[in-house]
């Protein structure tokens, strides 16, 4: 096999030897069937952008700022002389002899006008060519582009396009502004500078049949109690809820394996019935609105009774000052509960603050009892949801389906707002329905179209 192969090598090198002695070499045609590239048309583009520069010169461009302020500087120098002929004439030799003067700079300021004329009639005249030669430029340069068969240009434009966006990311980020830093410094956290995640990103048992809902832990539990997860689905018309499910690891939440329901009502909706998915979990009971009233509710989960305290008559309830954003309205959502290292706060809106948000702080004795309050200038109609961190109120407003934003912020000891945060929330459903804090794990709890959520918040 060897043999036979090496002889047919020889064989190939014999017949190239022997035509090469001959002289019979090989020729190949090329031939390119591409048009050929204008190379005129790009150096008529080159000299016209060049007589556009000459034309636009810093000298040309300055010549009218020339002109105005001489005629600035004769005029001003008019009115003294004008000034001092009208207190000093004499009406003999002195008076004729400063009314010459002041002709003679009449006369050249009616020259300086007809040169600043002129000079405008030019440039109007330049600016005309000027446009028509940067028009002609555009259009031969696209045509030269169909030659740009690689798309070098193309691939050129997408990473300027790429580089401007980096840009803009490294703006955005270097423009977040941290929160008021007082109270913060007292918990020990610093300041929060930004939010990643989602960490956990489930679909709860239920599946996607309810889209309202909340979830989330004990915000000062009882011994025993630390690792308990609760959860409430809105599950008559997306508005009522009237029991709550109970967990004991966070495994068994996502899996949905051996749940405890505790029931507020027999049905929905009744009396004591949740209504809207804004509540917390704090001490072994549910802070959330009753239905159809304007007290806030404290279900306690081991006695399973139900006791509460009224807002002020002109808060908000039954939809009348919702979360909200221009797409949508999130129905009963009136007030919002949240609870801190200090304990638990509603958050609500009244016409005698008309329509912005008030911080209520709910002392957690048996019943209730609505303690200091805040004023803000938020308007509650211009959020889609809030949490507290430290006794400091944060907003969040909708951007668009993707991105959720921390814009606003109220601390509660300096009584100081802020609106120029520009801390984002990557959503993965477009609408977030419940979002409250955890001061145990320093997570953001988010119900968000069914599935549930959490989100670091990371300080400095």
């Given amino acids: 096999m060897i043999q036979s192969n090496l002889f047919i090598v020889m064989s ?8 090469s002695v001959r002289g019979k070499d090989c020729v190949c045609e090329l031939q390119n069937s591409e048009s050929a590239f204008p190379e005129s048309k790009l150096v008529r583009v080159e000299i016209t952008a060049v007589e556009c520069l000459r034309n636009i010169s810093s000298e040309k461009r300055t010549e009218v700022d020339r ?11 008019l009115n003294e002389n004008v000034a001092m002929l009208e207190k000093e004439d004499n009406g003999n030799l002195y008076g004729a002899v400063s009314l010459r003067i002041i002709q003679l700079e009449l006369a050249e300021l009616q020259d300086l006008l007809d040169k600043l004329s002129r000079t405008n009639t030019n440039n ?3 600016s005309t060519e000027i446009a028509d030669q940067l028009q002609d430029m555009k259009n031969t340069m696209e045509e030269l582009e169909s030659f740009d068969s690689t798309m070098v240009i193309l691939k050129q434009r997408e990473n300027e396009r790429i580089k401007r966006d980096l840009k803009l990311c490294e703006k955005e980020l270097n423009a977040t502004t941290p929160p008021p830093t007082p109270f913060m410094g007292n918990c020990g956290l610093g300041q929060m500078v930004n939010v990643s995640g989602p960490k956990i990103y489930s679909l709860t048992v239920y599946g996607t049949s309810y889209s309202f809902g909340a979830w989330g832990r004990d915000a000062n539990p009882a011994p025993g109690d630390e690792n308990k997860y609760w959860l409430v689905v809105l599950s008559s018309s997306n508005a009522y809820g009237h029991y709550v499910r109970q967990y004991n690891s966070m495994s068994t939440i996502l899996l949905g394996i051996g749940p405890t329901d505790i029931h507020i009502s027999s049905s929905n909706p009744t009396t004591n019935t949740i209504q809207g998915p804004n509540m917390v979990m704090y001490e072994n009971s549910l802070y959330y609105n009753c239905y159809n009233t304007l007290n806030v509710c404290k279900f306690n989960m081991t006695t399973r009774s139900v006791t509460n305290v009224a807002l002020p008559s002109d808060a908000g309830f039954n939809s009348k ?3 909200a954003h221009l797409g949508t309205t999130y129905a009963y959502t009136d007030m919002d509960f949240a609870a801190d290292e200090s304990g638990v706060y509603v958050i609500y809106a009244t016409t005698s603050n008309f329509g912005n948000v008030v911080i209520g702080k709910v002392e957690t004795s048996t019943p209730p009892v609505l303690n200091q309050t805040w004023s803000t200038t938020l308007h509650k109609k211009t959020v889609t949801n809030t949490f507290m961190v430290c006794g400091v109120l944060y907003a969040t ?11 606003y912020s109220f601390d509660t000891k300096t009584n100081t707002e802020r609106y120029d945060w520009r801390i984002h929330i990557r959503k993965m ?14 997570l953001l709890y988010v119900y968000s179209d069914a599935y549930v959520l959490t ?6």
């Fill in 12 to 19: 190939i090198i014999a017949v190239i030897s022997s035509q």
């Fill in 67 to 77: 002109l105005v302020l001489g005629l600035q500087h004769r005029l001003k120098q």
């Fill in 124 to 126: 109007q005249q330049l």
């Fill in 321 to 323: 000052f919702p979360f």
């Fill in 397 to 407: 407003r909708y951007l668009d389906k993707d991105t959720e934003e921390i814009f």
């Fill in 429 to 442: 459903q477009a609408n977030i329905k419940f979002l409250n804090y955890d001061s145990r794990d320093h």
């Fill in 455 to 460: 989100y670091d918040i990371m300080f400095q």
